[in-house]
């Protein structure tokens, strides 16, 4: 008897030793979540404080960035006096988060944050083609989701780790409660597959083999997101460097642009020595989330366009327009060089610099012209003007009944 009784208790103390932590919530029973709790919290990735969970609770930015980092198997070492620094620390050191991009730890986090976390967690690529369209057109408030986190919502609904509400709508600034971070966190888990005994970012294609752009940089730099250079020209010169020295990586090279205005002079020169191979391509694209425009523009500032003097107004044909004509010194913002106004068509040009153009909010404007609209007739052909470059630059002659033309000027270069 003294035999079975001892093996029964055996028994039961190893039951009792394999019971897990989250048997002790006083207040998840029920939950819809329970499932996830448990089985993060037997991961020891959550906990709860005085036998609580909190489920319902909003999770605060320090509280999820420690359960990406635990969920990743990454090392850290605690800090007593000070929790969470070392998990912060750990997350800027593998580039989860960036300087700067949380006015503060202690706050709730909101769902465009803990998307963009999971993303760079996963490795995740960005959403182009059919499926990116097709996920734009299913988030009812996508244009409500600010410019730096647009890319890493959709690789968040793309992989799975986010969905939308019953509206379809994301809600990019709604807080996430400690049961649903659990969710999230346990679907990160299954699509990150961290098997990294170093507890590194596996394979990231956002973070990988990166060359960072940004016009608060310097090409003195390094080319480090933390250390960026500042043109298009040095980052292409250090890819070139890169390749001379025969250490091209696996996966390629991305040069990647912080959001911004990057103003060309002259022209940036690429050739297909400049390319990477075909499976491993040397790429350039915007940051993530951010818009980074490529031009040769000069932007125009608005309050520096002023009425038409009377001077010029008295060269104009309708003096009744000259209240609605407005003129700017390019010459005093050191713009010289107008290009030329030369005849083209049909594919054809002058081999001439062309004229410059000016664009507002996206839109090309439109040269002085007459008719503004619809069409005026001609009374005879003189010269037709043929498809051919001789042709287009020859240009067509016609014969009209109208004087208006007659008053232009005949030279673009006696406009003055």
């Given at each position: 008897m003294k035999k079975i009784a001892i093996m029964l208790a055996t028994i039961i103390f190893i039951q009792l030793g394999a019971t897990?932590?989250?048997?002790d919530y006083t207040d998840v029973s029920g939950h819809w979540a329970l499932r996830f709790i448990n089985e993060l919290t037997d991961e020891k990735i959550v906990e709860g404080d005085n036998l609580a969970f909190r489920p319902d609770s909003n999770v605060n930015v320090d509280e999820f960035i420690k359960m990406v980092i635990v969920a990743m198997d990454i090392e850290v070492t605690p800090?007593?006096?000070n929790w969470s620094a070392p998990y912060i620390e750990k997350a800027l050191q593998k580039q989860l988060i960036y300087k700067d991009e949380f006015d503060k730890y202690n706050r709730p986090i909101k769902r465009g944050e803990i998307a963009k976390i999971c993303v760079r967690a996963i490795g995740a690529d960005e959403v182009s083609g059919n499926e990116r369209n097709e996920l734009i057109s299913r988030i009812s408030d996508y244009y409500d989701i600010y410019n730096k986190d647009k890319e890493y919502v959709l690789a968040a609904y793309s992989k799975h780790l986010l969905y939308g509400y019953e509206d379809n709508s994301f809600r990019s600034e709604r807080y996430t409660t400690r049961a649903e971070a659990c969710v999230i966190i346990s679907r990160m888990i299954k699509i990150g597959n961290f098997n990294d005994n170093n507890g590194g970012i596996i394979d990231n294609p956002i973070l990988k083999n990166i060359i960072y752009v940004a016009n608060t940089g310097n090409d003195e730099n390094d080319g480090t997101i933390d250390s960026p250079l500042k043109t298009l020209e040095k980052a292409r010169d250090k890819v070139r460097e890169i390749i001379s020295s025969g250490n091209y990586p696996d996966g390629g090279i991305t040069v990647c642009l912080r959001g911004g205005d990057?103003?060309?002079?002259?022209s940036l020169e690429l050739g297909s020595n400049d390319s990477g191979t075909e499976n491993n391509p040397v790429t350039y694209s915007s940051y993530p989330g951010?818009?980074?425009?490529?031009?040769?523009?000069?932007?125009?500032?608005?309050?520096?366009?002023?009425?038409?003097?009377?001077d010029m107004a008295s060269k104009l044909l309708d003096k009744t327009v000259s209240d609605k004509v407005l003129e700017l010194d390019l010459g005093k913002m050191g713009i010289e060089d107008l290009g030329q106004l030369s005849r083209r068509g049909y594919g054809i040009s002058a081999d001439v610099i062309p004229q410059a153009e000016l664009y507002i909010d996206s839109d090309r404007m439109q040269l002085a012209r007459w008719p503004n609209s619809d069409w005026v007739g001609t009374t005879d052909i003189v010269r037709s003007g043929a498809r051919s470059k001789k042709g287009v630059l020859e240009g067509a002659v016609y014969k009209i009944d109208y004087d208006r033309p007659t008053k232009w000027k005949t030279n673009i270069n006696e406009i003055k």
């Open positions: 897990s932590v989250f048997a800090q007593p006096q990057y103003v060309l002079d002259k951010e818009v980074a425009r490529i031009t040769g523009g000069t932007k125009l500032p608005y309050n520096e366009f002023k009425k038409i003097s009377s």
